[in-house]
Protein backbone atom coordinates (compact mmCIF):
# COMPACT_ATOMS: atom_id res chain seq x y z
CA UNK A 1 0.00 0.00 0.00
CA UNK A 2 1.23 3.72 -0.76
CA UNK A 3 1.55 6.67 1.52
CA UNK A 4 -1.40 7.74 -0.27
CA UNK A 5 -3.32 5.21 -0.27
CA UNK A 6 -2.63 4.38 3.55
CA UNK A 7 -3.09 7.95 4.33
CA UNK A 8 -6.37 9.83 3.61
CA UNK A 9 -6.04 13.17 1.59
CA UNK A 10 -5.99 16.28 4.04
CA UNK A 11 -9.08 17.77 1.91
CA UNK A 12 -11.01 14.91 2.61
CA UNK A 13 -10.24 15.13 6.02
CA UNK A 14 -11.18 18.36 6.35
CA UNK A 15 -14.58 17.50 4.20
CA UNK A 16 -15.45 15.44 6.82
CA UNK A 17 -15.29 17.68 9.49
CA UNK A 18 -17.28 20.53 7.29
CA UNK A 19 -19.74 18.07 6.92
CA UNK A 20 -20.82 19.08 10.61
CA UNK A 21 -20.29 22.98 10.06
CA UNK A 22 -24.14 23.65 11.50
CA UNK A 23 -22.98 22.04 14.78
CA UNK A 24 -19.84 23.71 14.92
CA UNK A 25 -20.71 27.18 14.35
CA UNK A 26 -22.91 26.92 17.15
CA UNK A 27 -20.55 27.98 19.60
CA UNK A 28 -20.58 31.70 20.57
CA UNK A 29 -17.44 32.01 22.07
CA UNK A 30 -18.73 33.44 25.27
CA UNK A 31 -16.02 31.34 27.17
CA UNK A 32 -18.49 29.42 30.11
CA UNK A 33 -17.03 26.78 29.25
CA UNK A 34 -13.20 27.68 30.29
CA UNK A 35 -13.46 27.10 34.33
CA UNK A 36 -15.68 24.02 33.96
CA UNK A 37 -13.14 22.13 31.62
CA UNK A 38 -10.56 20.51 33.79
CA UNK A 39 -7.87 20.61 30.79
CA UNK A 40 -7.90 24.41 31.11
CA UNK A 41 -7.89 25.37 34.25
CA UNK A 42 -4.66 22.96 35.07
CA UNK A 43 -3.03 24.19 31.63
CA UNK A 44 -4.21 27.45 31.29
CA UNK A 45 -3.81 26.78 27.71
CA UNK A 46 -7.10 28.57 25.13
CA UNK A 47 -6.14 25.10 23.29
CA UNK A 48 -6.73 22.75 25.87
CA UNK A 49 -10.55 24.67 26.38
CA UNK A 50 -13.64 23.60 24.59
CA UNK A 51 -13.95 26.62 23.16
CA UNK A 52 -9.94 26.40 21.32
CA UNK A 53 -10.67 22.73 20.60
CA UNK A 54 -13.71 23.67 18.30
CA UNK A 55 -11.53 26.88 16.59
CA UNK A 56 -9.33 24.04 15.63
CA UNK A 57 -11.94 22.03 14.88
CA UNK A 58 -13.14 24.68 12.33
CA UNK A 59 -9.52 25.40 11.28
CA UNK A 60 -9.66 21.81 9.46
CA UNK A 61 -13.12 22.20 8.16
CA UNK A 62 -11.68 25.40 6.49
CA UNK A 63 -9.07 23.82 5.38
CA UNK A 64 -6.81 26.31 7.25
CA UNK A 65 -5.88 23.34 9.74
CA UNK A 66 -3.53 20.02 8.37
CA UNK A 67 -5.63 17.64 10.76
CA UNK A 68 -2.34 15.82 11.18
CA UNK A 69 -0.71 19.17 12.33
CA UNK A 70 0.79 18.25 15.78
CA UNK A 71 -1.32 20.90 17.49
CA UNK A 72 -4.38 19.45 16.19
CA UNK A 73 -3.21 16.10 17.39
CA UNK A 74 -2.51 17.03 20.53
CA UNK A 75 -4.86 19.24 21.72
CA UNK A 76 -8.05 17.09 20.96
CA UNK A 77 -5.93 14.07 22.28
CA UNK A 78 -5.61 15.83 25.57
CA UNK A 79 -9.45 16.44 25.68
CA UNK A 80 -11.28 14.41 28.73
CA UNK A 81 -14.23 14.00 27.01
CA UNK A 82 -16.03 14.46 30.40
CA UNK A 83 -18.47 16.75 28.45
CA UNK A 84 -18.66 19.53 31.50
CA UNK A 85 -19.13 21.84 28.91
CA UNK A 86 -21.98 20.76 27.60
CA UNK A 87 -24.11 21.22 30.69
CA UNK A 88 -22.41 25.06 31.05
CA UNK A 89 -22.88 26.11 26.97
CA UNK A 90 -25.96 28.50 26.57
CA UNK A 91 -25.72 27.82 22.90
CA UNK A 92 -26.03 24.04 22.95
CA UNK A 93 -22.99 22.81 21.13
CA UNK A 94 -23.22 19.23 20.73
CA UNK A 95 -19.23 19.00 21.58
CA UNK A 96 -19.38 15.14 22.55
CA UNK A 97 -20.57 14.46 19.25
CA UNK A 98 -17.90 16.84 17.56
CA UNK A 99 -15.22 15.45 19.53
CA UNK A 100 -15.84 11.60 18.44
CA UNK A 101 -15.88 13.63 14.82
CA UNK A 102 -12.39 15.56 14.93
CA UNK A 103 -10.82 12.43 16.78
CA UNK A 104 -12.18 10.44 13.50
CA UNK A 105 -10.01 12.74 11.64
CA UNK A 106 -7.03 13.11 13.61
CA UNK A 107 -6.90 8.92 13.86
CA UNK A 108 -7.62 8.35 9.88
CA UNK A 109 -4.59 11.16 9.44
CA UNK A 110 -2.25 9.88 12.03
CA UNK A 111 -3.68 6.33 13.18
CA UNK A 112 -2.82 5.21 16.73
CA UNK A 113 -0.75 2.98 17.79
CA UNK A 114 0.77 1.81 21.43
CA UNK A 115 -1.86 0.52 24.37
CA UNK A 116 -5.09 2.49 23.56
CA UNK A 117 -5.35 0.77 19.49
CA UNK A 118 -4.32 -2.47 21.16
CA UNK A 119 -6.94 -2.37 23.87
CA UNK A 120 -9.68 -1.73 21.18
CA UNK A 121 -8.02 -3.90 18.79
CA UNK A 122 -8.60 -6.54 21.56
CA UNK A 123 -11.93 -5.51 22.86
CA UNK A 124 -13.23 -6.34 19.46
CA UNK A 125 -11.39 -9.52 18.95
CA UNK A 126 -13.52 -11.46 21.82
CA UNK A 127 -11.68 -14.04 22.68
CA UNK A 128 -8.22 -12.54 22.99
CA UNK A 129 -10.10 -10.09 25.43
CA UNK A 130 -11.44 -12.64 27.30
CA UNK A 131 -7.87 -14.51 28.07
CA UNK A 132 -6.55 -10.74 28.82
CA UNK A 133 -9.20 -10.55 31.03
CA UNK A 134 -9.24 -13.87 32.58
CA UNK A 135 -5.39 -12.81 33.50
CA UNK A 136 -5.93 -9.89 35.05
CA UNK A 137 -8.65 -11.26 36.57
CA UNK A 138 -5.94 -14.00 38.24
CA UNK A 139 -3.28 -11.08 39.17
CA UNK A 140 -6.53 -9.58 41.37
CA UNK A 141 -7.39 -12.54 42.90
CA UNK A 142 -3.77 -13.69 43.82
CA UNK A 143 -3.13 -10.35 45.41
CA UNK A 144 -0.28 -9.45 42.87
CA UNK A 145 -1.58 -6.30 41.47
CA UNK A 146 -2.01 -5.10 45.18
CA UNK A 147 1.19 -5.72 45.71
CA UNK A 148 2.70 -4.32 42.85
CA UNK A 149 0.89 -1.31 43.23
CA UNK A 150 2.10 -0.89 47.06
CA UNK A 151 5.55 -2.23 46.61
CA UNK A 152 6.39 -1.05 43.05
CA UNK A 153 8.65 2.39 43.29
CA UNK A 154 7.36 5.49 41.69
CA UNK A 155 10.26 6.02 38.90
CA UNK A 156 9.08 7.65 35.74
CA UNK A 157 9.42 4.40 33.75
CA UNK A 158 7.34 1.91 36.19
CA UNK A 159 4.49 5.31 37.15
CA UNK A 160 2.24 3.39 34.50
CA UNK A 161 2.61 -0.18 35.47
CA UNK A 162 2.01 1.01 39.21
CA UNK A 163 -0.96 2.74 38.81
CA UNK A 164 -2.37 0.34 35.83
CA UNK A 165 -1.62 -2.51 39.11
CA UNK A 166 -3.44 0.01 41.07
CA UNK A 167 -6.18 0.07 39.22
CA UNK A 168 -6.62 -3.30 39.15
CA UNK A 169 -6.57 -3.92 42.35
CA UNK A 170 -9.09 -1.44 42.55
CA UNK A 171 -11.52 -2.78 40.36
CA UNK A 172 -11.85 -5.74 43.51
CA UNK A 173 -15.30 -6.41 45.50
CA UNK A 174 -16.06 -3.60 48.46
CA UNK A 175 -16.72 -5.15 51.90
CA UNK A 176 -18.01 -3.62 54.62
CA UNK A 177 -15.73 -2.44 57.46
CA UNK A 178 -15.72 -5.02 59.96
CA UNK A 179 -17.15 -2.42 62.43
CA UNK A 180 -20.28 -2.93 60.57
CA UNK A 181 -22.27 -6.11 61.67
CA UNK A 182 -22.89 -8.33 58.94
CA UNK A 183 -26.55 -8.59 59.66
CA UNK A 184 -29.87 -7.04 60.04
CA UNK A 185 -32.97 -7.50 61.44
CA UNK A 186 -34.82 -8.37 58.57
CA UNK A 187 -37.25 -6.27 57.11
CA UNK A 188 -41.34 -7.16 56.83
CA UNK A 189 -42.07 -8.83 53.87
CA UNK A 190 -43.77 -6.60 51.55
CA UNK A 191 -45.48 -7.31 47.88
CA UNK A 192 -44.36 -5.59 44.79
CA UNK A 193 -46.39 -4.96 42.03
CA UNK A 194 -44.59 -6.38 38.79
CA UNK A 195 -43.36 -3.07 36.80
CA UNK A 196 -42.60 -4.66 33.32
CA UNK A 197 -39.83 -6.06 31.94
CA UNK A 198 -35.99 -4.81 31.28
CA UNK A 199 -33.08 -6.04 29.72
CA UNK A 200 -29.35 -5.48 31.14
CA UNK A 201 -26.59 -4.33 29.19
CA UNK A 202 -23.59 -6.51 30.45
CA UNK A 203 -21.04 -5.13 28.71
CA UNK A 204 -17.55 -5.63 28.42
CA UNK A 205 -15.37 -4.23 30.99
CA UNK A 206 -18.12 -4.69 33.41
CA UNK A 207 -18.59 -8.01 32.66
CA UNK A 208 -15.24 -9.41 32.78
CA UNK A 209 -13.96 -7.14 36.29
CA UNK A 210 -17.08 -5.86 37.80
CA UNK A 211 -19.73 -8.68 36.99
CA UNK A 212 -20.65 -8.88 40.19
CA UNK A 213 -22.21 -5.26 39.84
CA UNK A 214 -24.23 -7.10 36.94
CA UNK A 215 -25.15 -9.72 39.38
CA UNK A 216 -26.18 -7.19 41.71
CA UNK A 217 -28.29 -4.72 39.47
CA UNK A 218 -30.53 -8.28 38.46
CA UNK A 219 -31.04 -8.57 42.22
CA UNK A 220 -31.87 -5.42 42.48
CA UNK A 221 -34.18 -5.04 39.88
CA UNK A 222 -36.19 -8.26 40.57
CA UNK A 223 -36.66 -7.52 44.22
CA UNK A 224 -38.16 -4.29 42.85
CA UNK A 225 -40.83 -5.43 40.65
CA UNK A 226 -39.19 -5.99 37.70
CA UNK A 227 -38.79 -8.81 35.03
CA UNK A 228 -35.22 -9.08 34.09
CA UNK A 229 -35.13 -10.80 30.20
CA UNK A 230 -31.45 -12.52 29.19
CA UNK A 231 -30.15 -11.24 25.65
CA UNK A 232 -28.13 -13.10 23.72
CA UNK A 233 -26.50 -11.45 21.07
CA UNK A 234 -25.32 -8.16 22.73
CA UNK A 235 -21.81 -6.98 23.34
CA UNK A 236 -19.76 -4.31 24.18
CA UNK A 237 -21.75 -1.13 23.68
CA UNK A 238 -19.02 0.84 21.42
CA UNK A 239 -18.41 3.50 23.58
CA UNK A 240 -14.59 3.37 24.07
CA UNK A 241 -14.27 2.98 20.46
CA UNK A 242 -16.48 6.14 19.48
CA UNK A 243 -14.17 8.32 22.05
CA UNK A 244 -11.03 6.95 20.47
CA UNK A 245 -12.73 8.08 16.93
CA UNK A 246 -13.55 4.47 15.76
CA UNK A 247 -16.75 5.67 14.86
CA UNK A 248 -16.85 2.68 12.00
CA UNK A 249 -16.11 0.19 14.79
CA UNK A 250 -18.38 1.64 17.36
CA UNK A 251 -21.68 1.53 14.74
CA UNK A 252 -20.69 -2.18 13.77
CA UNK A 253 -21.00 -3.00 17.60
CA UNK A 254 -24.13 -0.45 17.81
CA UNK A 255 -25.83 -2.47 14.77
CA UNK A 256 -25.43 -5.67 17.16
CA UNK A 257 -27.04 -4.78 19.93
CA UNK A 258 -29.80 -2.61 18.51
CA UNK A 259 -30.43 -5.85 16.70
CA UNK A 260 -29.71 -8.03 20.15
CA UNK A 261 -32.45 -5.78 22.44
CA UNK A 262 -34.97 -5.29 19.62
CA UNK A 263 -35.44 -8.88 19.68
CA UNK A 264 -36.12 -9.19 23.48
CA UNK A 265 -39.20 -7.41 23.68
CA UNK A 266 -38.25 -5.23 26.68
CA UNK A 267 -39.73 -2.30 28.07
CA UNK A 268 -36.49 -0.58 29.02
CA UNK A 269 -32.61 -1.56 28.33
CA UNK A 270 -31.08 -1.20 31.52
CA UNK A 271 -27.21 -0.03 31.56
CA UNK A 272 -24.88 0.16 34.99
CA UNK A 273 -21.77 1.56 33.45
CA UNK A 274 -22.40 5.76 33.07
CA UNK A 275 -20.31 5.84 29.98
CA UNK A 276 -22.16 2.57 28.10
CA UNK A 277 -25.76 4.22 29.14
CA UNK A 278 -24.43 7.51 27.69
CA UNK A 279 -23.27 5.80 23.99
CA UNK A 280 -26.05 3.91 23.76
CA UNK A 281 -28.63 6.92 24.24
CA UNK A 282 -26.08 8.40 21.58
CA UNK A 283 -27.10 5.40 19.15
CA UNK A 284 -28.87 7.59 17.15
CA UNK A 285 -26.38 10.14 16.87
CA UNK A 286 -23.97 7.69 16.20
CA UNK A 287 -25.49 6.30 12.79
CA UNK A 288 -26.40 10.61 12.00
CA UNK A 289 -24.98 10.53 8.29
CA UNK A 290 -25.00 6.95 7.73
CA UNK A 291 -28.35 6.84 6.12
CA UNK A 292 -29.25 3.47 4.22
CA UNK A 293 -26.70 1.56 5.82
CA UNK A 294 -28.86 1.52 9.18
CA UNK A 295 -32.79 1.43 10.13
CA UNK A 296 -33.12 4.74 11.67
CA UNK A 297 -35.99 4.09 13.10
CA UNK A 298 -34.90 1.59 14.97
CA UNK A 299 -31.82 2.67 16.15
CA UNK A 300 -34.28 5.55 17.79
CA UNK A 301 -36.39 3.34 19.43
CA UNK A 302 -33.58 1.59 21.02
CA UNK A 303 -31.89 4.81 22.28
CA UNK A 304 -35.32 5.72 23.70
CA UNK A 305 -35.50 2.99 25.97
CA UNK A 306 -31.88 2.97 27.62
CA UNK A 307 -32.29 4.03 31.29
CA UNK A 308 -29.23 4.16 33.55
CA UNK A 309 -29.98 1.80 36.52
CA UNK A 310 -30.49 4.22 38.88
CA UNK A 311 -33.36 6.15 36.85
CA UNK A 312 -35.19 2.85 36.46
CA UNK A 313 -34.96 1.93 40.07
CA UNK A 314 -35.48 5.87 41.48
CA UNK A 315 -38.39 6.22 38.61
CA UNK A 316 -41.44 8.43 39.09
CA UNK A 317 -39.97 10.22 42.40
CA UNK A 318 -40.29 6.68 43.84
CA UNK A 319 -37.56 5.12 46.39
CA UNK A 320 -36.66 1.66 45.59
CA UNK A 321 -37.73 -1.11 48.58
CA UNK A 322 -35.99 -0.53 51.25
CA UNK A 323 -33.74 -3.32 52.49
CA UNK A 324 -31.80 -3.66 56.24
CA UNK A 325 -29.42 -1.13 57.98
CA UNK A 326 -26.43 -0.24 56.70
CA UNK A 327 -25.23 2.55 58.67
CA UNK A 328 -22.44 3.61 57.12
CA UNK A 329 -21.13 7.41 55.82
CA UNK A 330 -21.24 7.27 52.11
CA UNK A 331 -19.72 10.15 49.59
CA UNK A 332 -21.30 10.04 46.14
CA UNK A 333 -19.10 11.10 43.17
CA UNK A 334 -21.77 11.64 39.99
CA UNK A 335 -19.84 9.89 36.82
CA UNK A 336 -19.13 12.66 34.24
CA UNK A 337 -20.89 10.77 31.29
CA UNK A 338 -23.87 10.27 33.56
CA UNK A 339 -24.23 13.94 34.85
CA UNK A 340 -23.07 15.72 32.19
CA UNK A 341 -23.71 12.61 29.06
CA UNK A 342 -27.12 11.87 30.35
CA UNK A 343 -28.05 14.81 32.72
CA UNK A 344 -28.33 12.24 35.28
CA UNK A 345 -28.37 14.14 38.89
CA UNK A 346 -31.01 12.79 41.67
CA UNK A 347 -31.99 8.98 40.82
CA UNK A 348 -28.41 7.42 41.92
CA UNK A 349 -28.99 10.00 45.20
CA UNK A 350 -32.65 8.53 45.83
CA UNK A 351 -31.43 5.49 45.55
CA UNK A 352 -28.73 5.73 48.41
CA UNK A 353 -30.75 7.62 50.74
CA UNK A 354 -33.36 4.73 50.28
CA UNK A 355 -30.89 2.22 52.51
CA UNK A 356 -31.76 2.88 55.85
CA UNK A 357 -28.84 3.88 58.52
CA UNK A 358 -26.65 4.97 55.49
CA UNK A 359 -25.20 8.64 56.17
CA UNK A 360 -25.02 9.93 52.32
CA UNK A 361 -22.72 12.87 51.26
CA UNK A 362 -21.79 14.32 48.21
CA UNK A 363 -17.81 14.75 46.78
CA UNK A 364 -16.98 18.51 46.85
CA UNK A 365 -16.97 19.28 43.65
CA UNK A 366 -18.20 16.59 42.25
CA UNK A 367 -19.11 17.74 39.11
CA UNK A 368 -15.57 17.48 37.95
CA UNK A 369 -13.87 14.50 35.93
CA UNK A 370 -11.94 12.15 38.37
CA UNK A 371 -9.26 11.49 35.34
CA UNK A 372 -10.11 8.35 33.94
CA UNK A 373 -11.79 9.32 31.00
CA UNK A 374 -11.78 5.52 29.76
CA UNK A 375 -7.71 4.99 29.13
CA UNK A 376 -6.97 8.93 29.77
CA UNK A 377 -5.52 8.34 33.06
CA UNK A 378 -2.84 5.63 31.79
CA UNK A 379 -2.50 7.43 28.81
CA UNK A 380 -1.44 10.94 29.89
CA UNK A 381 -0.53 9.87 33.38
CA UNK A 382 0.75 13.31 34.71
CA UNK A 383 -2.40 15.30 33.82
CA UNK A 384 -5.00 12.49 34.55
CA UNK A 385 -3.20 11.79 37.58
CA UNK A 386 -3.14 15.27 38.75
CA UNK A 387 -7.18 15.26 38.11
CA UNK A 388 -7.36 12.51 40.02
CA UNK A 389 -5.43 13.49 43.03
CA UNK A 390 -7.73 16.51 43.21
CA UNK A 391 -10.94 14.33 43.25
CA UNK A 392 -9.06 11.64 45.95
CA UNK A 393 -8.12 14.98 47.61
CA UNK A 394 -12.39 16.01 47.82
CA UNK A 395 -13.23 12.58 48.35
CA UNK A 396 -10.85 12.26 51.45
CA UNK A 397 -12.03 15.74 52.85
CA UNK A 398 -15.69 13.87 53.27
CA UNK A 399 -14.65 11.72 55.99
CA UNK A 400 -16.79 8.90 54.32
CA UNK A 401 -15.60 4.90 54.52
CA UNK A 402 -17.11 4.27 51.08
CA UNK A 403 -17.34 6.55 47.82
CA UNK A 404 -20.25 5.62 45.67
CA UNK A 405 -19.87 5.80 41.45
CA UNK A 406 -21.62 4.33 38.57
CA UNK A 407 -18.79 3.74 36.08
CA UNK A 408 -16.33 0.73 36.32
CA UNK A 409 -13.52 3.57 34.42
CA UNK A 410 -14.50 6.05 38.05
CA UNK A 411 -14.63 3.38 39.89
CA UNK A 412 -10.60 2.31 39.09
CA UNK A 413 -9.43 6.02 39.04
CA UNK A 414 -10.27 7.14 41.95
CA UNK A 415 -9.74 3.66 43.74
CA UNK A 416 -6.16 3.61 42.65
CA UNK A 417 -5.79 7.27 43.55
CA UNK A 418 -7.04 6.38 47.20
CA UNK A 419 -4.97 3.12 47.31
CA UNK A 420 -1.75 4.34 46.25
CA UNK A 421 -2.08 7.47 48.73
CA UNK A 422 -2.39 4.59 51.68
CA UNK A 423 -5.83 5.23 52.58
CA UNK A 424 -8.38 2.43 53.33
CA UNK A 425 -11.35 4.48 51.87
CA UNK A 426 -13.53 1.73 49.67
CA UNK A 427 -14.99 2.05 46.54
CA UNK A 428 -18.33 0.83 45.11
CA UNK A 429 -21.37 1.25 42.65
CA UNK A 430 -24.31 2.65 44.03
CA UNK A 431 -26.72 -0.71 43.25
CA UNK A 432 -23.97 -2.44 44.98
CA UNK A 433 -24.78 -1.29 48.37
CA UNK A 434 -28.36 -1.10 47.78
CA UNK A 435 -28.08 -5.10 47.21
CA UNK A 436 -25.84 -5.32 50.63
CA UNK A 437 -28.51 -3.81 51.69
CA UNK A 438 -31.46 -6.07 50.73
CA UNK A 439 -28.82 -8.98 51.76
CA UNK A 440 -28.79 -7.63 55.38
CA UNK A 441 -32.52 -7.10 55.29
CA UNK A 442 -33.27 -10.42 54.19
CA UNK A 443 -35.12 -9.53 50.90
CA UNK A 444 -33.52 -12.40 49.07
CA UNK A 445 -34.20 -14.85 50.99
CA UNK A 446 -38.39 -14.19 50.67
CA UNK A 447 -38.50 -14.55 47.21
Same mark, same amino acid.
Request: positive net charge; contains cysteine.
Given at each position: ???????????????????????????????????????????????????????????????????????????????????????? !?????????? @??? #? +? $?? /?? &????????????????????????????????????????????????????????????????????????????????????????????????????????????????????????????????? !?????????? @??? #? +? $?? /?? &????????????????????????????????????????????????????????????????????????????????????????????????????????????????????????????????????????????????????????????????????????????????????????????????
Amino acid at each position: MTPTEATPRPESLSAALAAHDDRLSNCVHCGFCLPACPTYTRLGDEADSPRGRLYLMRAVAEGRLDPGSDAFQRHIDCCLGCRACETV !CPSGVEYGFL @LER #A +R $EV /AD &RARPRRGAPALLLAMIRSGPLFTVWMWGARALRATGLAALAANRLPSWRGLRQVRLGAAMLAASAPWRAPSTVGRHGSAVSATAVAPRGKVAVLFGCIQDQLFRRVNEATVRVLEANGWEVVPVLGQGC !CGALHAHAGR @LTE #A +R $EM /AR &RNVEAFRASGVDFIVANAAGCGAAMKDYSHLMDGEAGQYDSDQVHAFSERVRDVSEILASGGKAPVSGGPLPIRVAYDPPCHLLHGQRVAEPPKTLLRAIPGLELTSVPRGEECCGGAGVYGITHPDLGGQIGGDKVSAVLETGAVVVATGNPGCAMQIGAGLRLRGSDVGVAHPVELLDESYRRGGLYAKR
